[in-house]
T-cell receptor, first 115, second 116 residues
Framework: EPEVTQTPSHQVTQMGQEVILRCVPI?????FYWYRQILGQKVEFLVS????????KSEIFDDQFSVERPDGSNFTLKIRSTKLEDSAMYFC?????????????FGEGSWLTVV | AQKVTQAQTEISVVEKEDVTLDCVYE???????LFWYKQPPSGELVFLIR??????QNEISGRYSWNFQKSTSSFNFTITASQVVDSAVYFC?????????????FGKGTHLIIQP
């Protein structure tokens, strides 16, 4: 079964450093997402991406965050200057088409620890 | 704004018991969709089911069943004859179609513990 893949699975970074989390969505999917889950809390929407631009973003997704689809397969989340509170599991997700209310598939997550 | 409430923070049952996880949602949108995801200790989110707002048919998949009731805005999940491998955090989520790729709104999750 096709799957969303994420790298790295775990990254430890120092406060203030830039971090890039990478995702390879399912190949024929058109909508891409990043979500965040702080340890022990619920999953929160960060941003959605369609047709090479941001479609929606939450209030969590401030100027420190950016997303990019640098080529036909990767979808990245960049955190410019990490803070301690950015420590969380970051999930990438993708779906084929909203109009058909398709299933949204999540990757296995990238654990980010900011020290 | 959308809201999903999973009032049960943690449920503990003995193996082979049936267990129901509650999910209540709020939305003003008339077209929406509901999901259940399972998060085992390894951390990934595993898709279980998607239900559209215009399809109130209940669904059964093996030991899993879902009861969607629009009248009470609930989408409850029942595991029959629970097994230790069912131990996980279960999230209910709500999505709407508004032209943009709106993200899902998740509940806080229910931690299900199945004791042998």
């Amino acid at each position: 079964e096709p799957e969303v893949t994420q790298t790295p699975s775990h990254q430890v970074t120092q406060m203030g450093q830039e971090v890039i989390l990478r995702c390879v969505p399912i190949s024929n999917h058109l909508y891409f997402y990043w979500y965040r889950q702080i340890l022990g809390q619920k999953v929160e929407f960060l941003v959605s991406f369609y047709n090479n631009e941001i479609s929606e973003k939450s209030e969590i997704f401030d100027d420190q965050f950016s997303v990019e689809r640098p080529d036909g397969s990767n979808f990245t989340l960049k955190i410019r200057s990490t803070k301690l509170e950015d420590s969380a599991m970051y999930f990438c997700a993708s779906t084929l088409a909203l109009g058909r209310v398709d299933t949204i598939y999540f990757g296995e997550g990238s654990w980010l620890t900011v020290v | 704004a959308q809201k999903v409430t999973q009032a049960q923070t943690e449920i503990s049952v003995v193996e082979k018991e049936d267990v129901t996880l509650d999910c209540v949602y709020e939305t003003r949108d008339t077209t929406y969709y509901l999901f259940w995801y399972k998060q085992p200790p390894s951390g990934e989110l595993v898709f279980l089911i998607r239900r559209n707002s215009f399809d109130e048919q209940n669904e059964i998949s093996g030991r899993y069943s879902w009861n969607f009731q629009k009248s009470t805005s609930s989408f409850n999940f029942t595991i029959t004859a629970s097994q230790v491998v069912d131990s996980a955090v279960y999230f209910c989520a709500l999505g709407v179609l508004r032209g943009g790729a709106d993200g899902l709104t998740f509940g806080k999750g229910t931690h299900l513990i199945i004791q042998p």
